[in-house]
T-cell receptor
Framework: EAGVTQFPSHSVIEKGQTVTLRCDPI?????LYWYRRVMGKEIKFLLH????????ESGMPNNRFLAERTGGTYSTLKVQPAELEDSGVYFC????????????FGPGTRLTVT | AQSVTQLDSHVSVSEGTPVLLRCNYS??????LFWYVQHPNKGLQLLLK??????LVKGINGFEAEFKKSETSFHLTKPSAHMSDAAEYFC???????????FGSGTRLLVRP
């Protein structure tokens, strides 16, 4: 069974540009999460989808970030316009159930904003 | 509020010697605790989890952790390090039934031949 995949693995963009990160969860997992690790800091929760619905986006840093999960399958996270402080590693995870069900993580997308 | 503190940012051991990665937690509620590992260019993988059952939790690849409420600790141990254990390890806490994982800052484990 394929794991969680993320694309691209690396992205380097200039300040002010737009970037879209993609996450494909494990097939059949209704719950999808985005996390972010800014340089030298802890990994922090961004938001949680159940199918196509946003259940909790309390961790989204500001309105330059937009996450979608059309059709309840893959998800995208768009940053527009990107700022220097958005640099970091963006992780996606999925789980069958919410709660303390194991979350399976992707390898992350390393975003560098110059 | 909940938080975790990983006491060492880097740990270096020789192959075949014991591993100890330290983690202290703070939680107002009955916590669930996890250790995740990330090898280079891989996703985070769950090593083990504590969810208020046995206080000594055994995980994959010979790792185990002991939940000590009196010390608010959840240290990760392994009797004998292997070269393949070199990775970054994350201690994670969450409230019962919560999906929001709260991560420590990570500990990089270096294993010397």
């Amino acid at each position: 069974e394929a794991g969680v995949t993320q694309f691209p693995s690396h992205s380097v963009i200039e300040k002010g540009q737009t970037v879209t990160l993609r996450c494909d969860p494990i097939s059949g997992h209704d719950n999808l999460y985005w996390y972010r690790r800014v340089m030298g800091k802890e990994i922090k929760f961004l938001l949680h989808f159940v199918k196509e619905s946003k259940q909790d986006e309390s961790g989204m840093p500001n309105n330059r970030f937009l996450a979608e999960r059309t059709g309840g399958t893959y998800s995208t996270l768009k940053v527009q316009p990107a700022e220097l402080e958005d640099s970091g590693v963006y992780f996606c995870a999925s789980s069958q159930l919410a709660g303390v069900s194991e979350q399976y993580f992707g390898p992350g997308t390393r975003l560098t904003v110059t | 509020a909940q938080s975790v503190t990983q006491l060492d940012s880097h740990v270096s051991v020789s192959e075949g010697t014991p591993v100890l990665l330290r983690c202290n937690y703070s939680s107002s509620y009955s916590p669930s605790l996890f250790w995740y590992v990330q090898h280079p260019n891989k996703g985070l993988q769950l090593l083990l989890k504590y969810t208020s059952a046995a206080t000594l939790v055994k995980g994959i690849n010979g790792f185990e952790a002991e939940f000590k409420k009196s010390e608010t600790s959840f240290h990760l141990t392994k009797p004998s390090a292997h070269m393949s254990d070199a990775a970054e390890y994350f201690c994670v806490v969450t409230r019962d039934s919560s999906y929001k994982l709260i991560f420590g800052s990570g500990t990089r484990l270096l294993v010397r031949p």
